[in-house]
């Protein structure tokens, strides 16, 4: 994920973009949030769509609740 994102960044560079609205979607979502963690000072804005960040033991248990109520 960190070699993609220094890679968008890199895209950024080369088109002499200093900052950015960065969107990302599923597996783009995560690579946008390193993006906003190792270069924030270039991140306007972060849009996440269809994207996790760590998988707590909270989360597993939510989704595991909202999953079995789903089925009900």
């Given at each position: 994920?960190?070699?993609?994102?220094?890679?968008?960044?890199?895209?950024?560079?080369?088109?002499?973009?200093?900052?950015?609205?960065?969107?990302?979607?599923?597996?783009?979502?995560?690579?946008?949030?390193?993006?906003?963690v190792?270069?924030?000072?270039?991140?306007?804005?972060?849009?996440?769509?269809?994207?996790?960040?760590?998988?707590?033991?909270?989360?597993?248990?939510?989704?595991?609740?909202?999953?079995?109520?789903?089925?009900?």
């Amino acid at each position: 994920m960190e070699r993609m994102a220094a890679d968008a960044i890199a895209v950024l560079d080369a088109e002499q973009v200093e900052t950015a609205h960065i969107m990302g979607a599923s597996m783009g979502g995560v690579i946008s949030q390193v993006i906003g963690v190792v270069a924030p000072e270039r991140t306007r804005s972060l849009v996440l769509a269809c994207t996790a960040c760590r998988h707590h033991r909270w989360r597993r248990e939510l989704l595991s609740d909202w999953a079995h109520t789903a089925l009900i």
